[in-house]
C-alpha cells in the first residue's frame, strides 16, 4: 500500500482490492495483507469512502471475512486501537481479589454474540453475565442494538429506578470498578473510538460486513480475558469462530485458554431451549497445545424440557426486558419460567468453560449444601452443577448483589 500523493494521508490499497477480486491473476491476498487495510478504517480520511466500501464488500462477497485467520487478524487491529486501560493497576486488583475455584484463575470472563438473528428473544446472554459474575470477574463486552429491540447496553440502562452509569464505565475508570464490584459492562463506544469513522460507511453501505462478526472478538481488555462463551447464528461459523479464538490464544499462559462457540440450529447466538445447540469447545492438551471439541448439548442435557423459542420472546422495548431481569433476580419468576430456565443454561455453560464447575465442593454461601453434582454430560462438562450453582446465586441474592455493586460504582464517578 502506498500514498497517493506525497503530501495526501489517504492510502491506496488498489493493488488488495485487486487480489480479493481475483486472486487467481493478482494471487491470495492473506491476512498479513487485509488486517492492515482494515485497520485504516479506524482513523480519519485514511481509506477513500470509495475504497473502504469495495474493501468490506469484497471481503463478504468472496467470504474472506469468515475466514478464522483473517478474523483474528482484523480482531486484532480492532483491538490495538482500542482505549487502553491501565492492566498493571488492574491486575494488582483481580489478584486482591482472588476469585478462585475449582479451574478458574481468577481472570476476565465474558459471555457475546454475533447477533443478528432474526429471533427477536430476550437478552439471555446480558443476564447470564450477571449471574454468572456471582462466581466471576465478569467483563461484559456490549453495545445497544443493531438488529434486535433490546441490545445489552439497552436493557442495563432501562433498569429502574436507578440503572448503571454505562458511560462511566470506561477505561479511565474500570480498576476502579472492578475493586467494588465483580461485574463491569465494557460499552462499546467507549472503547472503540475508531468505530465513529467506521459508523457511518457502515450505515450508508447498509449490509452485514466483517465489522457484524468481530464484536466478540474485540474485547479491549483481551489480555486479561481467560473464558469466554462465544454465540453466533450461522452454523458454518462455529468451526471459524473456535479457530480464530485458539488463534488469540496462543500468546496466553496454559489454563488461561477457554472457550466455546454456540449456535442453535433453531438460528440463535447462544443455548436454545428447543433442540439442538451445537459447541465448539478449546482445550489443551497435556503438551499445552490448543484443540477443539466440538460436541452438541440440548436442554434435558442441563435438567431442562425443550420451551418453543416463542417462550422466551422479550418485551417489546428494552424497559420491557428490563422489567423481566428485575424479577429474576429478585427471584419472583416461576422456576418452570421458560425465560428463566434459558438463562440458567448459559450461565452454567459460562460457568463450565471457566472452570469453576471442576471444584469438589461448593461455598456459594447461604442455601448452599455444599454438595457437587460431578455428572458430566456432553464435552464432558458438568452442566447440572452450572445450573444448580446459577439457581443458588439467584435464590440467595448474590446475582442481584452483584448488579447493585456495579450500579453503585459505576454512578459513582459523577458523569466521569
Excluded at 476476565?108 to 454468572?132: K, W
Excluded at 464505565?169 to 473510538?193: D, G, T, V
Excluded at 419460567?337 to 455453560?349: E, F, G, R, S, W
Amino acid at each position: 500500500m502506498s500514498s497517493t500523493t506525497p503530501h495526501s494521508t489517504t492510502v491506496n490499497i488498489v493493488p488488495l482490492l485487486k487480489k480479493l477480486h481475483k486472486p487467481e491473476v493478482h494471487g491470495l491476498a492473506t491476512a498479513e495483507e487485509i488486517s492492515p487495510a482494515f485497520a485504516l478504517i479506524f482513523e480519519e480520511n485514511r481509506l477513500s469512502p470509495i475504497q473502504a466500501a469495495a474493501f468490506l464488500t469484497l471481503l463478504s462477497t468472496t467470504s474472506r471475512d469468515k475466514d478464522a485467520n483473517v478474523i483474528a487478524a482484523c480482531a486484532a487491529r480492532m483491538r490495538d486501537v482500542a482505549s487502553p486501560v491501565d492492566l498493571h493497576q488492574l491486575q494488582a486488583i483481580m489478584h486482591q481479589r482472588a476469585q478462585t475455584e475449582g479451574a478458574y484463575h481468577g481472570g476476565l470472563c465474558d459471555i457475546v454474540g454475533t447477533g443478528g438473528s432474526s429471533i427477536q428473544t430476550y437478552n439471555v446472554s446480558t443476564t447470564a453475565s450477571l449471574i454468572a459474575s456471582s462466581f466471576l470477574l465478569m467483563s461484559k463486552h456490549g453495545n445497544k442494538a443493531q438488529t434486535s429491540v433490546s441490545g445489552a447496553a439497552d436493557i442495563l440502562s432501562s433498569i429502574a429506578p436507578t440503572p448503571p452509569d454505562l458511560l462511566a464505565s470506561n477505561a479511565e475508570n474500570i480498576p476502579a470498578i472492578y475493586e467494588e464490584s465483580s461485574y463491569a459492562f465494557l460499552f462499546a463506544p467507549n472503547f472503540h473510538p475508531g468505530m465513529r469513522f467506521a459508523a457511518p460507511l457502515r450505515r450508508e453501505m447498509g449490509i452485514r460486513t466483517i465489522f457484524n462478526l468481530l464484536g466478540p472478538l474485540a474485547h479491549p481488555i483481551e489480555e486479561l480475558v481467560e473464558a469466554r462463551l462465544v454465540g453466533v447464528t450461522e452454523t458454518s461459523l462455529g468451526d471459524t469462530f473456535a479457530h480464530a479464538l485458539a488463534i488469540s490464544s496462543k500468546t496466553k499462559a496454559p489454563g488461561r485458554r477457554k472457550a466455546m462457540v454456540v449456535c442453535a440450529r433453531a438460528g440463535l447466538d447462544e443455548i436454545a431451549c428447543e433442540g439442538v445447540t451445537d459447541c465448539w469447545m478449546l482445550y489443551e492438551s497435556e503438551d499445552e497445545q490448543i484443540g477443539i471439541r466440538q460436541f452438541a448439548l440440548e436442554p434435558h442435557d442441563f435438567g431442562f424440557p425443550n420451551h418453543p423459542l416463542s417462550a422466551i420472546r422479550g418485551g417489546d422495548a428494552p424497559k420491557d426486558n428490563a422489567v423481566i431481569l428485575m424479577q429474576m433476580l429478585e427471584g419472583k419468576l416461576d422456576q418452570d419460567d421458560p425465560i428463566l430456565q434459558v438463562v440458567l443454561m448459559n450461565t452454567a455453560a459460562m460457568l463450565v468453560v471457566s472452570g469453576v464447575c471442576e471444584a469438589e465442593s461448593s461455598h456459594t454461601g447461604e442455601r448452599d449444601g455444599g454438595i457437587v453434582i460431578q455428572e458430566r454430560g456432553p464435552g464432558g462438562g458438568r452442566w447440572k452443577e452450572g445450573v444448580r450453582r446459577a439457581r443458588l446465586a439467584v435464590k440467595n441474592g448474590a446475582a442481584l448483589r452483584s448488579l447493585g455493586a456495579f450500579t453503585e460504582v459505576s454512578n459513582s464517578f459523577g458523569g466521569k
